[in-house]
T-cell receptor, first 114, second 111 residues
Framework: NAGVMQNPRHLVRRRGQEARLRCSPM?????VYWYRQLPEEGLKFMVY????????ESGMPKERFSAEFPKEGPSILRIQQVVRGDSAAYFC????????????FGPGTRLTVT | GQNIDQPTEMTATEGAIVQINCTYQ??????LFWYQQHAGEAPTFLSY????GLEEKGRFSSFLSRSKGYSYLLLKELQMKDSASYLC????????????FGTGTQLKVEL
């Protein structure tokens, strides 16, 4: 059983470009969470999604950031017009339906904005 | 709201025992998680405590006191590979499943 998959593992973008981060949850998991880890800081919750629904986006910046989890395919975290402060590791986690709290993390995408 | 506090870093000797503390404040309580994170890698699940007391899993044990808002992770027979960041986390209350993490305790194991 493959774990949580994220791609790309490393992404370099220039200021003003768009970044798209993908996450495929573990097989059988329908809940997806995105977290951001800034250098020397802890993990911060961004958004919690189920298939075709955003359940909690209280940690998402109000502008430039969006997330989706379509019926088919991976979850996508999109950052438009990236700025240097967006440079961070972005981790996706998934959990099975019904339990919610036991989350399994993917390897992360390290975004560098130049 | 939720708040978690843990030491920033600790150093211990190979073969020794180390205790990493975590204190938390939450408006409700849905359990407490410990994760291990090696540099540049994903956090991996270590333990989940929802009831008071000590739970042992091999070399790692986790303790919880709900009345004191306190937990600790105990690592025995330390190995060099245990050098990592240890993250304490609590799930949200009142619905939703997000985790609130502490900043992590960076453990360095020395010879």
């Amino acid at each position: 059983n493959a774990g949580v998959m994220q791609n790309p593992r490393h992404l370099v973008r220039r200021r003003g470009q768009e970044a798209r981060l993908r996450c495929s949850p573990m097989k059988g998991h329908s809940h997806v969470y995105w977290y951001r880890q800034l250098p020397e800081e802890g993990l911060k919750f961004m958004v919690y999604l189920q298939k075709e629904n955003i359940i909690d986006e209280s940690g998402m910046p109000k502008e430039r950031f969006s997330a989706e989890f379509p019926k088919e395919g991976p979850s996508i975290l999109r950052i438009q017009q990236v700025v240097r402060g967006d440079s961070a590791a972005y981790f996706c986690a998934s959990s099975p339906p019904g339990t919610g709290t036991e989350q399994y993390f993917g390897p992360g995408t390290r975004l560098t904005v130049t | 709201g939720q708040n978690i506090d843990q030491p920033t870093e600790m150093t211990a000797t190979e073969g020794a025992i180390v205790q990493i503390n975590c204190t938390y404040q939450t408006s409700g309580f849905n359990g407490l998680f410990w994760y291990q994170q090696h540099a540049g890698e994903a956090p991996t699940f270590l333990s989940y405590n929802v009831l008071d007391g000590l739970e042992e899993k091999g070399r790692f044990s986790s303790f919880l006191s709900r009345s004191k808002g306190y937990s600790y992770l105990l690592l025995k027979e330390l190995q060099m590979k245990d050098s990592a960041s240890y993250l304490c986390a609590v799930p949200t209350t009142g619905g939703g499943n997000k985790l609130t993490f502490g900043t992590g305790t960076q453990l360095k194991v020395e010879l």
